[in-house]
């Protein structure tokens, strides 16, 4: 897949890395040619020169040969202009960050509905150890090549959960139904509603989003 983050941020470098190490194609934009210049010996991507918010920019980084549209710069008025624009202009998926909680219900007033704060999950992340969750445990099985997709199932995967014909190296783990944790069995049904997790391999991701979509 082909990603583009504007700004060159420590989000951005870690994201980039682990995405290069996957084979994934990395373009960033950045508007200090000395960041570029530093960031280029480390991270083997393209790079635009320019101004993230500028439709010419999100032009030039290629609209429909791209599959992510990342903005993470340190701004959020900016992360957000850049995530309009990006999606005015073809951008399959838009993923906007913002620091500020308040600022979350204008991007999804504004259709951006893929937003991530930081803080947030970094804030849920650590009461759920304070709960007692096994944060670590979960992270060290969930690892390497293996990655969680969830789904709200259709009229169409209505039926036993085998009927979904899913692809190699990916496996149903639960279901919610009503709000309830269900674990299913060998006989266990799809009905319409249900949030169906699944693990699988991440080469599998493309093809399980274009099916149920994020």
């Not at 202009?81 to 909680?101: C, M, N, P, W």
């Not at 803080?119 to 150890?129: G, M, Q, V």
Request: overall charge negative; glycine content about 10%; proline content about 2%.
């Amino acid at each position: 897949m082909r990603v583009l983050f504007i700004g060159g941020s420590t989000l951005t470098i870690m994201t980039a890395r682990t995405l290069l190490r996957q084979g994934h194609d990395v373009v960033i934009v950045e508007q200090d040619r000395e960041r570029i210049d530093s960031l280029s010996e480390d991270l083997d991507c393209g790079f635009l020169h320019g101004d993230g918010t500028r439709p010419a920019i999100l032009r030039e980084g290629n609209p429909n040969g791209t599959d992510f549209l990342f903005c993470l710069t340190g701004n959020d008025q900016s992360n957000i202009i850049a995530s309009l624009v990006g999606r005015s202009l073809g951008y399959k998926r838009v993923i906007t960050k913002v620091d500020d909680e308040e600022l979350e219900h204008i991007c999804f007033e504004l259709g951006l509905t893929e937003t991530i704060i930081p803080d947030s999950t970094t804030a849920r992340h650590l009461s759920d150890i304070v709960e007692g969750q096994s944060i670590g445990e979960l992270e060290l099985m969930i690892k390497g090549d293996a990655r969680v997709f969830s789904f709200v199932a259709r009229e169409s995967d209505e039926g036993q959960a085998e009927a979904l014909l899913l692809p190699s190296k990916t496996r149903l783990v639960c279901l919610y139904r009503d709000g309830e944790f269900l674990l299913p069995d060998n006989g266990a049904r799809i009905e319409k509603g249900d949030e169906v997790v699944l693990i699988s391999h991440h080469k599998h991701l493309a093809e399980l989003t274009e099916r149920w979509g994020r």
